[in-house]
């Protein structure tokens, strides 16, 4: 596709729920993030990946969170047991990897707007 | 862990007026990249200029430049000749490189609403 696609584009769920939420890079970008917005805590950094590899898991906010991406591409996060506090629009960027400190943009797709019941 | 700092929840100024957005930041690194994103309605984040912070002049892109200040941490975002569709959130955000070359995530300031009255 020609930009970063987000999956579903709106989620309601209850309260206990576990929930998918899916990311389509741009072809070719093999570095992925996931951000969260709130209207709490603002823009927060999440996870990023490099290829298939996630170098730093500590952004995800708890044990409930997790993210895994596959074959270089798709990236998937998954959230256990839902909370209220869970509820905000989660946000995926991809961009070329980075080498040697070179910058490459990141662009990010329409995000995943979360609410829990 | 690297801080950004957005002072100004909301402006408004009139149509082709000159706007300036704020934004400090604090980090202990050197290397290091700085960003204005904007957010229309429609969610989408844009990119609307970036900062290297090796990089002494001040980077332009059309009606967009910044004011870089190293030392004092400041980076600000200047409108020229602003227009209706200039209207959104605008997002400062710090990136810097990670330990194995790569790039660490964006941090992001809380934002400032922008608006352009017709």
């Known amino acids: 596709g020609a930009g970063v696609s987000q999956s579903p584009s709106n989620k309601v769920t209850e309260k206990g729920k576990d929930v998918e939420l899916r990311c389509d890079p741009i072809s070719g970008h093999t570095a992925l993030y996931w951000y969260r917005q709130s209207l709490g805590q603002g823009l927060e950094f999440l996870i990023y990946f490099q290829g298939n590899s996630a170098p730093d898991k500590s952004g995800l906010p708890s044990d409930r969170f997790s993210a895994e991406r596959t074959g270089g591409s798709v990236s998937t996060l998954t959230i256990q047991r839902t909370q209220q506090e869970d509820s905000a629009v989660y946000l995926c960027a991809s961009s070329l990897a980075w080498s040697g400190g070179i910058y490459n943009e990141q662009f990010f797709g329409p995000g995943t707007r979360l609410t829990v019941l | 862990a690297q801080t950004v700092t957005q002072s100004q929840p909301e402006m408004s100024v009139q149509e082709a007026e000159t706007v300036t957005l704020s934004c400090t930041y604090d980090?202990?690194?050197?290397?290091?990249?700085l960003f204005w994103y904007k957010q229309p309605p429609s969610r989408q984040m844009i990119l609307v200029i970036r900062?290297?912070?090796?990089?002494?002049q001040n980077a332009t892109e059309n009606r967009f430049s910044v004011n870089f200040q190293k030392a004092a941490k400041s980076f600000s975002l200047k409108i020229s000749d602003s227009q209706l569709g200039d209207t959104a959130m605008y997002f400062c955000a710090f990136m810097k490189p990670d330990s194995g070359g790569g790039a660490d995530g964006l941090t992001f300031g809380k934002g400032t609403h922008l608006i352009i009255q017709p």
């Open positions: 900062q290297e912070a090796y990089k002494q």
């Open positions: 980090t202990s690194e050197n290397n290091y990249y």
